[in-house]
Each structure stands twice: as C-alpha cells, then as structure tokens.
C-alpha cells in the first residue's frame, strides 16, 4: 500500500500548469503515472509536491497541418500506435512500450521528460529530426530533439518550463525502429535502434541512425551517419559504417557491454541489409 | 480527499489520500478484492481494471486521476451473477490454474474482445502480453480468448 501524502496540484488548463510550474518548481510532474507510481511504490521518489497535469486537456491529442504533426505530451502510446499519419516505425516503435497496459497510460512526454537512457522512444525523435515545445510563463521555446537530452536522466527543461508537445516534420526516406530487449513485451530496452536513410540517384543522400540504452543520454552515431553518406548502400558500405559505429555501452543488471556493443551493431547491419 | 467516480456501473464516493493507488482503494475501501497485487509495478497485470473501457494496471493509477471515471473490475464482467461467455469460456478451457492471474487476464480480454470479437491466436497473445500468468498457463487462456464469443474454443 502506498502512503504518500504530498499535496497534489492539479491545474485544469494549461495556463494554470505553467502558473502553478512557476510556484512549485520542484513537484514531481505526474502524466500517466507508469513511470512516477513506480518509483513511489519502490521508494525511489520522495516527493513534497506533485503538479498532476492529467486534466489539461490542451495537451492531449495528435493532429496534422502543413505537412508538420504535433503530438501532445499527453498522448498515450495507444493514440500514437493509432495514428496513421505518423511514420510506421514510430508507430511499431509505439507497440513496443511496455503492454497494452502501459500503452493506454503512459504518455509521450513521460517518456520524453524522465529522459531514462533506455526510454524507448527516445531514438526515434532523433532520427525525425524530431523538436520539443518547452513553455513557461515566460514564453514558449522549441528544442530539437539533439539537443534535449543533457547528461544521465538531465534535461534542458528549466525548473518553471513544461514539456507540452512534440513538433515531428514531415521526413524523406525509411524509417526502421528495432528494440532488444529480454522479452518483445513488457521488457526494458537492452539496445534501442532508431533509424532513417534517404536515397538519391542511387545513394545515401541522408541518414540518421540514433541508439537508446548504449550511453548515458540517447544519441546519434554521426560517424555511422558520415560513412553512409554519399555511397550506394552495398554490403561493403554497410559493413564499413557499422565498422564506424562508436559506443561505449556500460555493464548493467540489464544486459553486459560486451552484450550491448555486439548487439547495436548487428540490428544495424540487418536494418541497412533489410533496406 | 473525497473522490467520485464509478465502479461496474454503480456512483462510489470515497475519501482517500489523492495519490492512493486505486488498486489499494478498490480492495480496501471499496471491498471490490477480485482485482489482485502481483508486482505492484505494472508488469504483471493482475491488478489490470477498465477505465474508461480502457485496461490499465491499477497498482499504477492515483486516485485523483480516476475523479469522474467509470471503472470497471472483474466483478463487473458478470451479469447478476450470471458468467460472461469470455468467463464461461476460462471454465470450459481450464484457463484458470493457481487463479491470481484470472481476474487480470479476464478484464484485459474483456477489452480485447470488445474491439476485436473474433481475435487470432496472436492477436490474443499480442493483447494479453502484459498479463504473467505463474503457472505459466498461457495456452489453454489463448484457447479460453479466441473462442469465447461463439463458443468455438477447442475445449
């Protein structure tokens, strides 16, 4: 049973979310609660407030115009793997989250915010070239994706600043999405691949390859990127730009170094070989 | 806090901390016990409810987010005490063993079989995979699921 008895600021608009993030710059931001019920329930948290944002109801929902969609940080990975105008792979990417459990509560910007390396999601706004819309009662900023993601589990979210939604661009090329984990359901990433290639005359004329669960923060492998570039995509090419790839995965109760590295590099050959 | 919301159809008002899980108010203030703790971390599903006709774990949702809800347990899934057909259906297959499970994998199947009443093996397995049974007592479920409907199952 869990005692928690930390007040709850529950605001029912966004511009009392971002009033009330001024004042308690500190509570626990509570969306889905897969995430946060977890660490109460452990003891990981203590918390002396919470800012519970489930009724704004301005932040929920997916929609599409100009070619842009915006995803509202409490959309859940059922609106997402539901939602036919977004790419395939972020859609699978969406079905890998947990169970239908977890898929139906847990929100986007959950795991966006709590910037877990392993978060499943994460890759993938990488490889979409993917911004985040920060406000405050200051104002509203966009990050990109890239640089969101500071150090283990920091943000750039300022102390008053809420994530609100994610900004996805319309984007070239094919999209691929591969989790390892121990289990397809239910199970903490191992190695998260996000990947995009787009072609021209017969070579790689673009490329994103992102990796979640190998390094502290989720990141793009540039050099794997830079060795694409430019080349027909050839079984030698292939094998030089994952040659290319540098991580430096660490030894966990989840998986081993040794584990992660091989891994990483064998999804991506068979996700390049696959294209 | 008082909090109202209802649970199998019927109003409930109940004063709890607002960061109490509902797993913990349906078993204890509400007596509604057919909802079980497993790992009490959302892996298991054996707390799993309907909110909103939507499954999720219970062990995982505060109170203060089911305020206005409709909430519906495994005790909801009966008709005046008489079986639903997904609840027949676990009878005939023997799809219940040790029994922690049940009520977990009931509700979550309950929510498959209202979008999709005919589902495929792996579309029941896709669907209930964030339900463990310990007695590892898939198969016969998987037969209790994909044949519940029209009675088709192959016990």
């Given at each position: 049973m869990l005692s928690c008895t930390a007040p709850v600021h529950q605001p029912r608009s966004l511009a009392e979310a971002l009033a009330q993030r001024a004042v308690h710059p500190f509570a626990t931001v509570l969306a889905g609660g897969t995430d946060v019920m977890v660490y109460l329930e452990g003891g990981a948290l203590k918390p002396t407030a919470f800012l519970d944002l489930w009724r704004v109801d301005e932040l929920r929902g997916i929609s599409t115009s100009g070619g842009v969609t915006r995803i509202g940080a409490l959309a859940t990975w059922t609106d997402v793997a539901s939602y036919a105008a977004l790419p395939a792979a972020l859609r699978d990417c969406a079905r890998t989250v947990g169970a239908a459990q977890i898929q139906n509560r847990g929100t986007v910007g959950g795991n966006i915010v709590n910037a877990s390396p392993a978060g499943d999601s994460l890759p993938m706004w990488l490889v979409l070239?993917?911004?985040?819309?920060?406000?405050?009662?200051?104002?509203?900023?966009?990050?990109?994706a890239a640089e969101f993601w500071l150090a283990y589990k920091r943000t750039a979210l300022a102390p008053d600043e809420l994530l609100t939604a994610v900004i996805v661009p319309t984007v070239t090329g094919e999209v691929r999405y591969r989790k390892v984990g121990t289990r397809l359901a239910q199970a903490i990433s191992k190695v998260v691949l996000g990947l995009r290639v787009s072609f021209a005359e017969g070579r790689v004329s673009e490329a994103r390859v992102a990796y979640g669960s190998?390094?502290?923060?989720?990141?793009?492998?540039?050099?794997?990127?830079?060795?694409?570039?430019?080349?027909?995509?050839?079984?030698?090419?292939?094998?030089?730009?994952?040659?290319a790839l540098d991580i430096h995965p660490?030894?966990?109760?989840?998986?081993?170094?040794?584990?992660?590295n091989e891994v990483a590099r064998r999804v991506l050959r068979a996700e390049l070989i696959a294209l | 806090m008082p909090f109202q919301f209802s649970v199998n159809g019927r109003a409930r008002s109940v004063d709890a901390p607002p960061m109490a899980r509902l797993l913990d108010v349906l078993r204890e203030d509400l007596r509604f016990t057919g909802s079980k703790e497993g790992c009490g971390e959302g892996e298991c599903g054996a707390?799993?409810?309907?909110?909103?006709?939507?499954?999720?774990?219970?062990?995982?949702?505060?109170?203060?987010?089911?305020?206005?809800?409709?909430?519906?347990?495994?005790?909801g899934l009966a008709d005046d005490g008489r079986l639903s057909a997904l609840q027949e259906a676990f009878v005939r297959c023997g799809a219940a063993q040790c029994g922690i499970c049940t009520p977990g994998f009931l509700v979550t199947a309950h929510a498959l079989l209202q979008k999709n009443p005919h589902p495929t093996r792996d579309e029941a397995r896709d669907a209930l995979s964030g339900n463990l049974c310990r007695c590892t007592g898939y198969q016969k479920i998987i037969d209790a699921v994909t044949g519940a409907i029209v009675g088709e199952d192959r016990c």
């Open positions: 070239d993917a911004s985040f819309e920060l406000r405050s009662w200051r104002g509203t900023r966009k990050v990109p190998v390094g502290p923060v989720p990141a793009r492998a540039s050099a794997v990127e830079g060795r694409l570039v430019g080349h027909p995509l050839t079984e030698a090419n292939i094998d030089a730009a994952v040659a660490l030894d966990d109760i989840r998986s081993t170094a040794d584990y992660r | 707390c799993t409810v309907l909110i909103d006709g939507l499954a999720v774990n219970s062990c995982l949702v505060p109170v203060i987010q089911v305020q206005g809800a409709e909430v519906v347990t495994v005790e």
